[in-house]
Nanobody, 122 residues
Framework: VQLQASGGGLVQAGDSLILSCEVS????????MGWFRQAPGKDRDFVAG????????RSADSVKGRFTISRDAAKNTMNLQMNNLKPEDAAVYYC????????????????WGQGTLVTVSS
């Protein structure tokens, strides 16, 4: 299983950004895919997740109403639409995958992309 994250960059507070994650290596039926973020000196935190099969989504309270996760099974991609970005959203964002039920703890995800940096200036 391979995951390739892209789309990070430098934006101003209030701007929008779309992160993408290309997934490959197998069929992903039964997998949960997620976006996590890690700021310097902090833990890797759950941002949003989606069931690859059903499309059911969950988001962290800190991003609800601003971030939207989606997937395109035909294109094997997962996106994170980020609106109204805040300086506290700045972090390295990782996409991840796990086989099984939905969880928010990073340690339960088996496959990770390389991360893409999001910087938000105030």
């Amino acid at each position: 299983v391979q995951l390739q994250a892209s789309g990070g960059g430098l934006v101003q507070a209030g701007d929008s950004l779309i992160l993408s994650c290309e997934v490959s290596g197998r069929t992903f039926s039964g997998y949960v895919m997620g976006w996590f973020r890690q700021a310097p000196g902090k833990d890797r935190d759950f941002v949003a997740g989606i069931s690859w099969s059903s499309g059911t989504t969950r988001s962290a309270d800190s991003v609800k109403g601003r971030f939207t996760i989606s997937r395109d099974a035909a294109k094997n991609t997962m996106n994170l639409q980020m609106n109204n970005l805040k300086p506290e959203d700045a972090a390295v964002y990782y996409c991840a995958a796990r086989l099984g039920t939905f969880v928010t703890m990073a340690k339960y995800y088996n496959y990770w992309g390389q991360g893409t940096l999001v910087t938000v200036s105030s």
